[in-house]
């Protein structure tokens, strides 16, 4: 970064990035603590659901 450029967090649209992050983030844990009785991992719910939507489906 050089000194003429605005420092990110100037930046208006910054704050909306940064409330989207944490968004996302709250959803992975909430997403992984609800699968944990399950025994599965969001990646291994991903891979289910593509079976799932798409039958027949191989790697």
């Known amino acids: 970064m050089n000194i003429?450029?605005?420092l990110p967090w100037d930046?208006?649209?910054f704050r909306?990035?940064?409330a989207v992050a944490r968004a996302c983030h709250v959803l992975?844990?909430?997403l992984a603590v609800k699968l944990a009785p399950?025994?599965?991992k969001p990646?291994?719910?991903d891979v289910?659901?593509?079976l799932y939507?798409?039958?027949g489906m191989s790697q």
């Open 4 to 6: 003429k450029q605005e």
């Open 11 to 13: 930046n208006p649209r």
């Open 16 to 18: 909306n990035w940064v």
């Open 28 to 30: 992975e844990r909430t």
């Open 38 to 40: 399950l025994d599965l």
């Open 43 to 45: 990646a291994q719910l």
């Open 48 to 50: 289910l659901m593509n």
């Open 53 to 55: 939507r798409h039958p």
